[in-house]
C-alpha cells in the first residue's frame, strides 16, 4: 500500500498517515458561508482537499473514505445580506430571504465548484439541520463547567482548556494583546467566544435552554463533524486564515465536549490566494469570483490547474501569463486525444495512473510536482519523436496512461477531447485527412507533391497544425482555427 506523508500544523512536521480505521477514513473541511458567490480564496481548499479525497480513495478504496464540508447557512454575514435585499425593496420577510439566499448561493457552489472538476464530498451538512446536536453539546460544555451564561449569550471559557492555543502557536495572553477580538461587557476574558447568542424576533432563531437564539459560529463545526466523523477523526482541513480563530476554538470546545476522544488528529491548513503578485481585494480592483473568471472565458481545467501548479502550503499566486499559457497546454492536449478514437470510444482502465504522480501526491500532497509529471507525459505524447517510434499499441497506451492521470487529478480530458471530435469544424478536418492522404500517396508515385504542399498551406493558413507521421495524418485545429478558410479546398 501506498505510505501518504503530509505535514500537521498541529505538531509542525510531516508524519506519516496512519488512519484510525483503515476501513473507514475520516476527513472534514470547513466550507462556505452562503451569502455570495465563491472568490479565489473560498475555492483553493476546494481543490486541494479534493486532491486529497481522490488519493485517499485511491489508497484505501472509494468505499472506505468519508469526507465531510459543510454549508455555514446562519451567520450575521448572511442576515446582513438580506437586510440589504429587503432595503433594496424585497417584500418578504427576513427569514424567508435568508432561506432563498442561502438555498441559491448553495446551488452556485455547486455549480462553479462542479466546473473546477471537485468530487462531491459523501455529506455537506448545513448548519440549521444540526441545531440539536449543537444545543446538546453547548449543555455539556456547561455541566463541565467550560462555558458560562452571561446576558443572554453562552461563552467558553479559554482559561478552561489549558492547551489553547497550541495549534496556532500562541499563548492565551499573547493572543490578547495582538488580537481584535470582541471586547464585551460580559465576557469573563476577552479571549473567551460565543457559542449561543440572542436572536431578534425577525431573524432566524431557534428555542433553547438559554432562550430563543442562534449558535455560535464554532460551534457548527465542532457539533456537526463529531455527529458525521465521531469524537476522533484522521483529517481536518482548511485555509490558513482559520487557524486562528475558528480551528483553535474548535479544538477547545470539542476536547473539552468529549475528553476521550482526540478531535481530529492531523491538521491541513492551505496558504492564501494572490491576484498578479498582490493580495486579492475588492478595494485593488483585483477581487474575482469562481463564476467571474468562468464567464471571462477561463476554462474550469485552467483554473483548478493554476491552484495545483503551487503547493497547498505556498501562497498561489493567479496570473493571466500564467492562466494563458497553461490554457494553451491544454487546448493541445485535448486536441491531440482528440484524434485517437479508440482511446476516446473505449473505458478508461483507472489501474493506468503514472506511478510517479501518486508517488508526487502521496509526499504531502506535491500537486505542482505531480503536474510537472503530467505535463512531460503530455508532451511526450504529442508526436514527439520518441513517441512516433513506438508501435500503434504502445502509442495507444501511453495516451491512455495520460488520460487516467490527467483524470485521477481531476481533469476530466477524454470528455474534452469527445467534444472536441464532435465538433462539426472537427468532423470536417477527417474530410482533409483523407485528401491530403490521397494527394501524398499520389505524389509518392508521381513525385509531384505540387498538390500535397497546396493543401497543407491552406490548413495552417486555417489555424490547423499538419502532422505527418509515417503511417500517419493528423490535423489539429488550434484556437485560431477559421474553417471557412478552407472551403476553396472542397
Given at each position: 500500500?501506498?505510505?501518504?506523508?503530509?505535514?500537521?500544523?498541529?505538531?509542525?512536521?510531516?508524519?506519516?498517515?496512519?488512519?484510525?480505521?483503515p476501513s473507514n477514513v475520516r476527513m472534514y473541511v470547513c466550507g462556505p458561508?452562503?451569502?455570495?458567490?465563491?472568490?479565489?480564496?473560498?475555492?483553493?481548499?476546494?481543490?486541494?482537499?479534493?486532491?486529497?479525497?481522490?488519493?485517499?480513495?485511491?489508497?484505501?478504496?472509494?468505499?472506505?473514505?468519508?469526507?465531510?464540508?459543510?454549508?455555514?447557512?446562519?451567520?450575521?454575514?448572511?442576515?446582513?445580506?438580506?437586510?440589504?435585499?429587503?432595503?433594496?425593496?424585497?417584500?418578504?420577510?427576513?427569514?424567508?430571504?435568508?432561506?432563498?439566499?442561502?438555498?441559491?448561493?448553495?446551488?452556485?457552489?455547486?455549480?462553479?465548484?462542479?466546473?473546477?472538476?471537485?468530487?462531491?464530498?459523501?455529506?455537506?451538512?448545513?448548519?440549521?439541520?444540526?441545531?440539536?446536536?449543537?444545543?446538546?453539546?453547548?449543555?455539556?460544555?456547561?455541566?463541565?463547567?467550560?462555558?458560562?451564561?452571561?446576558?443572554?449569550?453562552?461563552?467558553?471559557?479559554?482559561?478552561?482548556?489549558?492547551?489553547?492555543?497550541?495549534?496556532?502557536?500562541?499563548?492565551?495572553?499573547?493572543?490578547?494583546?495582538?488580537?481584535?477580538?470582541?471586547?464585551?461587557?460580559?465576557?469573563r476574558d476577552p479571549m473567551d467566544f460565543v457559542l449561543w447568542k440572542p436572536?431578534?424576533?425577525?431573524?432566524?432563531?431557534?428555542?433553547?435552554?438559554?432562550?430563543?437564539?442562534?449558535?455560535?459560529?464554532?460551534?457548527?463545526?465542532?457539533?456537526?463533524?463529531?455527529?458525521?466523523?465521531?469524537?476522533?477523526?484522521?483529517?481536518?482541513?482548511?485555509?490558513?486564515?482559520?487557524?486562528?480563530?475558528?480551528?483553535?476554538?474548535?479544538?477547545?470546545?470539542?476536547?473539552?465536549?468529549?475528553?476521550?476522544?482526540?478531535?481530529?488528529?492531523?491538521?491541513?491548513?492551505?496558504?492564501?490566494?494572490?491576484?498578479?503578485?498582490k493580495k486579492m481585494s475588492k478595494s485593488l480592483g483585483n477581487f474575482f469570483?469562481?463564476?467571474?473568471?468562468?464567464?471571462?472565458?477561463?476554462?474550469?481545467?485552467?483554473?483548478?490547474?493554476?491552484?495545483?501548479?503551487?503547493?497547498?502550503?505556498?501562497?498561489?499566486?493567479?496570473?493571466?501569463?500564467?492562466?494563458?499559457?497553461?490554457?494553451?497546454?491544454?487546448?493541445?492536449?485535448?486536441?491531440?486525444?482528440?484524434?485517437?478514437?479508440?482511446?476516446?470510444?473505449?473505458?478508461?482502465?483507472?489501474?493506468?495512473?503514472?506511478?510517479?504522480?501518486?508517488?508526487?501526491?502521496?509526499?504531502?500532497?506535491?500537486?505542482?510536482?505531480?503536474?510537472?509529471?503530467?505535463?512531460?507525459?503530455?508532451?511526450?505524447?504529442?508526436?514527439?519523436?520518441?513517441?512516433?517510434?513506438?508501435?500503434?499499441?504502445?502509442?495507444?497506451?501511453?495516451?491512455?496512461?495520460?488520460?487516467?492521470?490527467?483524470?485521477?487529478?481531476?481533469?476530466?480530458?477524454?470528455?474534452?477531447?469527445?467534444?472536441?471530435?464532435?465538433?462539426?469544424?472537427?468532423?470536417?478536418?477527417?474530410?482533409?485527412?483523407?485528401?491530403?492522404?490521397?494527394?501524398?500517396?499520389?505524389?509518392?508515385?508521381?513525385?509531384?507533391?505540387?498538390?500535397?504542399?497546396?493543401?497543407?498551406?491552406?490548413?495552417?493558413?486555417?489555424?490547423?497544425?499538419?502532422?505527418?507521421?509515417?503511417?500517419?495524418?493528423?490535423?489539429?485545429?488550434?484556437?485560431?482555427?477559421?474553417?471557412?478558410?478552407?472551403?476553396?479546398?472542397?
Open positions: 500500500m501506498t505510505e501518504i506523508t503530509l505535514y500537521n500544523t498541529r505538531t509542525r512536521r510531516k508524519e506519516t498517515f496512519a488512519p484510525l480505521d458561508t452562503v451569502y455570495d458567490r465563491a472568490h479565489l480564496g473560498n475555492a483553493r481548499p476546494v481543490v486541494v482537499f479534493d486532491v486529497l479525497y481522490r488519493l485517499l480513495r485511491h489508497v484505501h478504496g472509494a468505499d472506505h473514505v468519508t469526507y465531510v464540508r459543510n454549508f455555514t447557512d446562519v451567520d450575521d454575514k448572511i442576515n446582513a445580506r438580506a437586510r440589504e435585499m429587503q432595503e433594496a425593496g424585497d417584500g418578504r420577510a427576513l427569514n424567508d430571504i435568508i432561506r432563498a439566499l442561502t438555498d441559491e448561493t448553495i446551488a452556485w457552489y455547486h455549480e462553479d465548484m462542479g466546473a473546477l472538476g471537485t468530487l462531491p464530498p459523501t455529506h455537506e451538512p448545513r448548519a440549521t439541520e444540526w441545531i440539536g446536536a449543537m444545543v446538546a453539546m453547548i449543555e455539556g460544555l456547561l455541566a463541565k463547567g467550560c462555558a458560562y451564561v452571561a446576558e443572554g449569550h453562552v461563552l467558553f471559557d479559554v482559561r478552561s482548556y489549558p492547551e489553547y492555543g497550541k495549534l496556532s502557536g500562541r499563548s492565551v495572553d499573547d493572543m490578547i494583546a495582538g488580537s481584535r477580538v470582541e471586547v464585551a461587557p460580559y465576557k436572536s431578534g424576533e425577525d431573524e432566524p432563531g431557534w428555542e433553547s435552554p438559554w432562550g430563543r437564539g442562534r449558535p455560535g459560529w464554532h460551534i457548527e463545526c465542532s457539533a456537526m463533524s463529531r455527529e458525521l466523523l465521531g469524537e476522533s477523526f484522521d483529517i481536518h482541513g482548511g485555509g490558513i486564515d482559520l487557524q486562528f480563530p475558528h480551528h483553535e476554538n474548535e479544538i477547545a470546545q470539542s476536547r473539552c465536549a468529549h475528553p476521550e476522544g482526540e478531535f481530529a488528529r492531523v491538521w491541513m491548513h492551505n496558504e492564501m490566494v494572490q491576484v498578479e503578485g469570483t469562481v463564476r467571474d473568471l468562468l464567464d471571462q472565458g477561463w476554462p474550469g481545467e485552467v483554473i483548478r490547474f493554476v491552484m495545483l501548479s503551487t503547493h497547498y502550503r505556498k501562497p498561489m499566486d493567479w496570473t493571466e501569463g500564467k492562466a494563458r499559457e497553461i490554457g494553451r497546454e491544454w487546448d493541445r492536449w485535448v486536441a491531440t486525444l482528440s484524434v485517437d478514437h479508440e482511446v476516446l470510444d473505449m473505458p478508461l482502465p483507472q489501474d493506468l495512473v503514472a506511478d510517479e504522480i501518486i508517488e508526487a501526491l502521496a509526499d504531502d500532497l506535491n500537486t505542482s510536482l505531480a503536474l510537472t509529471h503530467l505535463k512531460r507525459m503530455g508532451r511526450f505524447i504529442d508526436n514527439s519523436a520518441e513517441f512516433l517510434q513506438l508501435s500503434d499499441h504502445d502509442q495507444r497506451a501511453a495516451r491512455q496512461e495520460f488520460a487516467a492521470s490527467a483524470e485521477f487529478l481531476g481533469f476530466d480530458i477524454i470528455a474534452k477531447a469527445r467534444e472536441n471530435r464532435d465538433r462539426p469544424a472537427q468532423k470536417d478536418l477527417e474530410y482533409f485527412e483523407l485528401a491530403l492522404a490521397d494527394a501524398r500517396t499520389t505524389a509518392k508515385e508521381t513525385g509531384n507533391f505540387v498538390e500535397v504542399d497546396r493543401i497543407k498551406a491552406a490548413l495552417v493558413d486555417a489555424g490547423v497544425e499538419v502532422r505527418m507521421g509515417k503511417d500517419r495524418i493528423e490535423l489539429i485545429p488550434g484556437p485560431d482555427f477559421d474553417p471557412s478558410k478552407l472551403e476553396t479546398l472542397k
